[in-house]
């Protein structure tokens, strides 16, 4: 099974920014659709962004648009979650995966999850 291995969350304040980054050990990464997920306490694991393997195409859930870009670097595996303007309610784990979507709901492919990052915004 691939790891991945997610890093760079913090406890910042409203209006604040941090960047997420997502290493990626599966050999298909610069192949595979790519995106982010966040799980709030007592919540369920819901989509953020998405970005296809070339990173010419890229999804957002309403609530980030404006707010979060995501971004990858096939040479490194990696990929990016830059987020800017945060709220309180962006306050979760977040997870990055392997994924796929049928245009309206997305998906993990492998079932693959690292540990996740901890976000943390104060008002």
């Known amino acids: 099974q691939a790891q991945l291995v997610e890093s760079g969350g913090g406890a910042v304040q409203t209006g604040g920014s941090l960047r997420l980054s997502c290493v990626a050990s599966?050999?298909?990464?610069?192949?595979?659709?790519m995106a982010w997920f966040r799980q709030a306490p007592g919540k369920g694991r819901e989509f953020v962004a998405g970005i296809s393997w070339s990173g010419r195409s890229t999804s957002y859930e309403d609530s980030v648009k404006g707010r979060f870009t995501i971004s990858r670097d096939n040479a490194k595996s990696t990929l990016y979650l830059q987020m800017n303007n945060l709220k309180p309610e962006d306050t979760a784990t977040y997870y990055c995966?392997?994924?796929?979507?049928?245009?309206?709901?997305?998906?993990?492919?492998?079932?693959?999850w690292g540990q996740g990052t901890q976000v943390t915004v104060s008002s």
């Open positions: 599966r050999a298909t990464f610069s192949t595979d659709t």
């Open positions: 995966t392997a994924a796929g979507t049928d245009g309206s709901r997305w998906y993990t492919l492998y079932d693959e």
